[in-house]
């Protein structure tokens, strides 16, 4: 059951949060409470085929524990940002002022339902109890840095000729992506990194704007387009565009942004992968320190032309060290081809075992001897891998004689399947058992 008391709450588009991004705590009383109870869905993975940004299964998705129960609490007006606008949702915690000896209860999902901000909540909290909320200002510092600064990246790209058609926000520690409808050359990329960069540097300020009677094409389907607020966010005279997220106040505290690497997607569609502010700083200092890393093993500079030049030469190397094993098992399998031709002189059956070499070597082994092995009334079992691991079987000769040693191989060998016709039949080993080699050895030399 739901418990309100008669306080009107601010509406997203309204709240203090979004009034004032810098704000960090706010003095407030609960408005409602009611149990979260998940909705039931038709669709068998448990998701509906379209998902609103006020879906209420959110709530287990950003910290909540399946089975523990959570509550929708709705305060008077909210210091923390619900999801929205490409924006993850705000951290923090509510303490109960009344009581500040109880234990802070911490909010780690806000979601907008319609018009009213809601808070998941660990804890039930009776309608007009009076709370103050803090905001993890750290986590919403990092939501902004990003938010702004693929407002302002955008705005320079559109300048370009590449419209942003969507993006996404990693979340903290992760690289975001603008998507564009075609691939920014390098000499692009160089232009929009250094002129992102300057705007930066020109320390614009960052207004929102609530202008009546106009309206955007981005509002959710579920937002009250009349009772709602739309919010327009102006960078300098640079960009202006709708939007309900919650947004730095100058261009200078970006701090910086940096462009990563690109994925091609959806024909000639492009994600431009991109960080910024203090996100970009630290994943630049960490590749850095991971840069310095790789030197020390490859024993070169910790230059970034100095690492590459390394990592060409360990490259080179192994790809002629690649050579020469390929040149060495070619001259095994020969030898190999040349024992099972000369057993085969006098006995019908022939088997051979290579435990680290694979698939590839048996048909290499199998390539010396087929000619041989048609002329002749005889079989040759093939087999590779090791105990406790898997490993390929190959038989191969007369089809009868093949057909038959198929079904020995079953036997044997438990985890065994595989199928053929004729004068071969290839298998796969899941596993292999305890002296299943050895039995399957004999039982070749005995058929």
Known sequence: MRVTTAITPAIVGA?????????????????????????????????????????????????DVAGSKTW??????????????GQHTDYGVLTILKDERKEAIPIRNMQRHGLRCIHFSPAPLEPGTPVRQTVDFARRWDLMQQHTGQHLLSAVMDSMDLPTLGWSMGQPGEMNYVELPRKPSEEELQTIQTECNAKIRKSMPITVETPEGKGSDSLPEDYDREKGVVRFIKIGDMDYNACCGTHLQNSSHINIILLHHMQSVRGTNCRLFFTAGDRAIKMATESITGLRSIAVSLSSGSAPADVAAGVQRISDQVSEGRKKVNKLLAEIAAFEGDRIRSHLQGQTTAFMHRGADGLDFINLVLFEIKDFVKEREVVVVLCSGEIKSSGSIVVFGKPDLVEKMAVKVKEVVSTAKGGGKGEKWQGKVTEWQKGEIEALREAVHTQ
């Open 15 to 63: 709240l203090r949060c979004q009034k004032d991004s810098y704000l960090q705590t706010l003095d407030t009383e609960v408005v409602s409470c009611e149990e979260f109870v998940p909705p039931k869905s038709s669709q068998p993975n448990g998701k509906s085929k379209t998902k609103k940004s006020t879906d209420p299964t959110k709530g287990l998705e950003n910290g």
């Open 72 to 85: 929708l609490v709705e305060l008077a007006d909210s210091v923390l940002f619900p999801e929205g606008g």
